[in-house]
């Protein structure tokens, strides 16, 4: 069992930057691929990053490529996103899940945290 906590959202002006984290308490953290998720009131889910185990193979949803980064400390047994150059279309709810084995789609992860609202504000 593996549970997970968000935690860093908060209200940002449009530009600015904020950093996601997802503590993780259980057995075996890196045993898991990392994937941040978000969802708006009202729309699917969408991934916005994931990473391997090792931190050594992410991807990243094209509407924050270039913007986002995804990162782990596997000693930290903890996960992040770095957010930066954020637009008011990233609010939402950012949820972060894990997955031991085979695809990160949303109907597929293993463990969700409750998530964590960012607002930015234009």
């Known amino acids: 069992q593996v549970q997970l906590t968000e935690s860093g959202g908060g209200l940002v002006q449009a530009g600015g930057s904020l950093r996601l984290s997802c503590a993780a308490s259980?057995?075996?953290?890196?045993?898991?691929?990392m994937a941040w998720f978000r969802q708006v009131l009202g729309k699917e889910r969408e991934s916005v990053a994931s990473i391997g185990k090792s931190g050594d193979s992410t991807h990243y949803a094209d509407s924050v490529k270039g913007r986002f980064t995804i990162s782990r400390d596997n000693a930290k047994n903890t996960a992040y996103l770095q957010m930066s150059s954020l637009k008011p279309e990233d609010t939402a709810v950012y949820y972060c899940a894990a997955r031991m084995y085979g695809s990160l789609s949303s109907d597929a992860m293993d463990y969700w945290g409750k998530g964590t609202l960012v607002t930015v504000s234009s």
């Open positions: 259980g057995r075996s953290f890196r045993s898991y691929a």
